[in-house]
């Protein structure tokens, strides 16, 4: 696969919640974009804040070239609700040979048609939202990232059987397999953690180990 510049433009499908979001985040990130929505009211709206935006119907994939978008290297299909108007969106633009293909899902099987249609990335935002709030309100993580492959990295306040002693003396990888990557004190900076670092009852910590062995860590008492 050809590594896609990281400034190259990005054109965005619709501007619903999701794809306003999304058009919004990268136009204040610098990067160009061009919206297109089929809805002309919410061009207007969007107008005024994303730098291009275009009234289009994407489900035309005439429409979609006279607007230039198989010269973008990278595409977002943000229409959800829609499945029919989403899957024709994807297949139009893997017809016009955009190589980064991003797509909204609001199911598994809706997911399942646009992979196999030839979206690169498939996204589903509230099923991610949702097993993100469950693990924030389960526990003592404040923040998390997972990766794909079952990896990690943990914004928590430190289990009780670490606190007071430093990472060697509480065996926190040797015991427990997790990393602590920085430990933060309240009103002080942000440090990288040592085996000498003590972390105290007020510090927050960053790990990183896989979900499973954060998970366990987490749930100490
Ligand atoms: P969200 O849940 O993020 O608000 P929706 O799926 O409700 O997402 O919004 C989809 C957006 O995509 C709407 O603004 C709608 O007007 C637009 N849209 C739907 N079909 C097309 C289409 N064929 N071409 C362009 N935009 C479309």
Redesign the pocket.
Known sequence: VDRIKHDAPVLV?????????TAGQLDRLGREVLA????DT?VQKWSERITHTVQ?????IDALRQIGAGEFSIAVV?????IE??V??TANLVDLKVPQIWA?A?SKSHGKILERIGANHVIY?EAEAGERVAHLVSGRMLDFIEFDDDFALVKMFPPKPIRGKNLTESGVRSRHNITVVGVKSPGKPFTYATEKTVVTDHDIIIVSGTSSDIEKFSALE
């Open positions: 499908i619709g501007l619903g919640r999701f794809g306003a979001a297109i929505d089929d809805n919410l289009a119907d994407a489900r035309n943000a229409v959800g609700s829609s108007a989403s024709l969106i909204k609001i935002p």
